[in-house]
């Protein structure tokens, strides 16, 4: 079989058996994706012990170990149960760094380059309200956003991932749930 063409539920299956192999193949076909969603969703001061890629490699981990947890529906449930896993790493990360308070490693005479207290604050409002608007919608309308959204997966990609029969359907469906995403963001 092609590795391209193996598809999210058969390495799933694989690695469920014990296939390392298929679990090696599984982490190198999401890792990429993952790191690429994380990567400045961090605030920088929750970054002094956990870098981002640390948080994905615990995501991986966590998910093949609760492997048998996860009811398979595709491509597009797997990453979003995974995008799950990572932010609630994130979201626990950012508690442990508030709790600890912030410290000066540098010293005060180097400009700060984190936003201002207000822009985080109205950054994490909206992503709250993004957060809550994404939970509303149905899983098919959570997974076409999230896949097209922020993973940037193409509306073929998209199409097959959802099992829909062509880019123009999966471009109807993301069309669709991202309407429903801006009216449940601003009700």
Known sequence: MDRSLESTAFLLTRVRDGDEAARDRLIARYL????????????????????????????????????????????????RYLRQILLNAMRNEIRRASRRGPHDE????????????LESTIS?????RYETALER????QQEAVILRVEMGYSYDQIAEALGKNSA???RMVVTRALAHLAMAMDG
């Open 137 to 140: 919608l149905g899983q098919e």
């Open 32 to 79: 990429p994706m993952l790191r690429e969603w994380a990567r400045g969703r961090l605030p920088g001061g929750a970054r002094s012990l956990a870098d981002t890629d640390d948080l994905v490699q615990v995501t991986l981990i966590r998910a093949l170990k609760n492997l048998k947890d996860f009811e398979s529906r595709g491509e597009g449930a797997f990453l």
């Open 168 to 170: 123009n359907t999966a």
């Open 124 to 128: 994490r409002d909206t992503m709250e």
């Open 106 to 117: 540098l010293g005060n005479g180097i400009p700060a380059v984190a936003p201002s207290p």
